[in-house]
């Protein structure tokens, strides 16, 4: 994650054009949050034993991955947004049901009450998250339709790379420790951490090295009337 922050640091350094930076500071603050994060739970900060009276060993909640992906879940929509030329109304629309999404998995992981109840948090996170992924493909892709072809199809990469990969978080999710512990934490940890740099670096990557589209998309919006 570090390494990503710096790659991306080394490639927004020359940009001066002050619309164009918004694509660059969005991305570097992604993986830097994640360093953070990776720090805290490595340094054994991020992490708090849950006693719970259904098994007799607490369950081990890293609850630094959630304020990573408070914020981290947000500016990786806002950089679709962006692309896409999307309205106020539309990134408040997703930063709204993203913060809901994340919220809700928190209190699912650090409810003690009942292995339902767990669930039952799980389930409204996941419903927030497929309202999400409903705005994601409707209202968002159709704004982005209005943008040139390379505009539009690096949307369309990035927006599909995000289905597929966000669709695997509350899977790893249920059948991890905090779940139906189907699989252990080790396991959970490791699946997390390549979706986490994927999501994160992978996606950053993609953006920032189509540097001609991302001017393109800056056109654009300059010359579009706003809404
Ligand atoms: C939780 C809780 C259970 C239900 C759902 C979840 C969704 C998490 C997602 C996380 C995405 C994180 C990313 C991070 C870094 O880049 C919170 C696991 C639906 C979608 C993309």
Not at 54 to 68: T, V
Not at 97 to 117: C, E, N, Q, R
């Amino acid at each position: 994650m570090a390494l990503g922050t710096l790659a991306f640091l080394a490639m927004g350094w020359s940009e001066t054009d002050l619309e164009k930076q918004e694509y660059y500071i969005v991305t570097i603050f992604i993986p830097a949050i994640a360093t953070v994060s990776y720090f805290s739970m490595a340094m054994g900060y991020g992490l708090t034993e849950l006693a719970v009276p259904w098994q007799s060993q607490p369950l081990d909640i890293y609850w630094a991955r959630y304020a990573d992906w408070l914020f981290t879940t947000p500016l990786l929509l806002l950089d679709l947004a962006l692309l896409a030329g999307a309205d106020r109304n539309t990134i408040a629309t997703l930063v709204g049901l993203d913060v809901g999404m994340i919220l809700t998995g928190l209190v699912g992981a650090l409810t003690t009450a009942s292995p339902g109840m767990r669930i039952a948090w799980w389930g409204i996170s996941t419903g927030f998250f497929l309202v999400l992924l409903y705005v994601l493909v409707s209202r968002l892709s159709s704004q982005a339709a209005a943008r040139s072809g390379d505009v539009a199809s690096l949307f369309g990469t990035l927006r599909n790379l995000v289905i597929v990969l966000w669709t695997a978080y509350p899977i790893v999710w249920i059948v991890g420790t905090e779940g139906l512990g189907l699989v252990g934490l080790y396991p959970e940890t490791a699946a997390f951490m390549v979706l986490d740099l994927t999501a994160k670096v992978g996606f950053g990557f993609v953006l920032l090295r189509s540097r001609n589209v991302i001017d393109q998309a800056v056109e654009e919006a300059a010359g579009a009337t706003p809404s």
